[in-house]
């Protein structure tokens, strides 16, 4: 399948600061996004999702941003919180492939 | 609690037993999907029913491993001659078929097999 990366393994931050998450993706047919949440020993939790006729997308303390010329999706989280750690992937879905390729993950490490 | 369920949580077993996951989708969801992920990476797509119809199986599914969903509603996921390298969660989506090609898909718990 193709790749989807993030650049940062780990993110810590101080509870309050605003998180950055980033993901490169490669198949420029992904036409589907998704952020996923996963604390341990759980499985992942929907957050957000952007579908490719969208740059930009808000949830409650939650963005995403969607750049297709550079294949590139963000995360963006106001006033993290410690509940907010956890590992955050991005997924991609082609269009009627009906599967998602996920990357590897970002720990977000919040400190209080 | 409407969300998607899987059982068992854990699993342990040794190096040749065969094991048996269930997963109990989102009740309306029509689609069906089998994930799995090792530790510090991102779920790996196993196989995907539409219904009781199973529509796509991944190369990482191999003969040792079948899955069903007999009436169309809950899953499972059968591992003959378990090997210590089946060790992983195995986790189970569901999402609704929009007719748009982009369904969001919705993740149980996870079933943890530890494969000694």
């Known amino acids: 399948g193709e790749s989807v990366g993030l650049h940062l393994p780990t993110l810590s931050v101080q509870e309050g600061d605003n998180s950055i998450i980033n993901c490169a993706y490669s198949n420029s047919a992904s036409d589907y996004f998704i952020w996923y949440k996963q604390e341990s020993g759980k499985g992942p939790q929907f957050i957000i999702d952007i579908r490719s006729n969208m740059d930009k997308r808000q949830g409650q303390r939650v963005t995403v941003l969607l750049n297709k010329t550079v294949k590139h999706l963000s995360l963006q989280i106001a006033a993290t919180q410690p509940g907010d750690s956890a590992v955050y992937f991005c997924?991609?879905?082609?269009?009627?492939?009906?599967?998602?390729?996920f990357g590897s993950g970002t720990k977000l490490n919040v400190k209080p | 609690d409407t969300g998607v369920s899987q059982d068992p949580r854990h699993k342990i077993t040794k190096r040749g037993q065969n094991v048996t996951f269930r997963c109990d989708p989102i009740s309306e969801h029509n689609r069906l999907y089998w994930y799995r992920q090792t530790l510090g990476q991102g779920p790996e797509f196993l196989t995907y029913?539409?219904?009781?119809?199973?529509?796509?199986k991944s190369r990482l599914l191999s003969d040792r491993f079948s899955a069903e969903r007999p009436k169309g509603s809950f899953s499972t996921l059968e591992i003959q001659r378990t090997e210590q390298g089946d060790s992983a969660m195995y986790l189970c989506?569901?999402?609704?078929?929009?007719?748009?090609?982009?369904?969001?898909?919705?993740f149980g718990p996870g079933t943890r097999l530890t494969v000694l």
């Open positions: 997924a991609e879905n082609l269009y009627n492939f009906n599967k998602f390729y």
């Open positions: 029913f539409q219904n009781e119809a199973q529509l796509e």
């Open positions: 989506a569901s999402s609704p078929v929009t007719g748009t090609g982009q369904d969001t898909q919705y």
